[in-house]
């Protein structure tokens, strides 16, 4: 299966969301059901020099995986929005497609993410990616 991917989509990067395997797993669902069509990371991870972060681009694929390092489908990213934490607004929580969809419920989840990371505040730049998925299985 594997090799197949690739042989469609020979540049594209690997994507695993969460922090937990329960939660790529949950993630990886959510994304090849297109529920979830955006994703949030802090600029400083987006800017970062990994392989995986470092040259998102719109037009880019990226192929997803769950916890078992299976291939969950591709995402294709179609916008990106660069603003503060305090900016984001209810109609990219709800693109995010976790829990209630609300932007309260995604505020309170990322603001957890990021004090994790260490980089948390309500001034901190964050990339909103907007993405459109190809199943694989």
């Not at 790529?24 to 987006?46: M, P």
């Not at 995402?75 to 932007?103: I, N, P, Y």
């Amino acid at each position: 299966m594997m090799e197949l991917i690739e042989n469609k989509y020979p540049k594209a990067g690997r994507w695993v969301f969460g922090d937990s395997p329960a939660m790529y797993d949950e993630l990886a669902e959510l994304i090849a059901k297109g529920i979830k069509t955006a994703t949030t990371c802090s600029f400083h991870s987006y800017r970062s020099d990994e392989p995986d972060n470092g040259k998102i681009t719109v037009g880019n694929h990226y192929i997803v995986f769950d916890s078992k390092e299976r291939p969950v489908c591709v995402a294709r990213v179609t916008a990106m929005h660069l603003m503060k934490f305090s900016e984001m607004t209810a109609e990219l929580a709800w693109k995010e497609g976790e829990g209630d969809r609300s932007l309260l419920k995604w505020q309170l989840e990322h603001q957890r993410f990021f004090k994790n990371e260490g980089v948390f505040s309500p001034d901190m730049e964050i990339v909103v990616l907007e993405f459109k998925t190809q199943k694989v299985r």
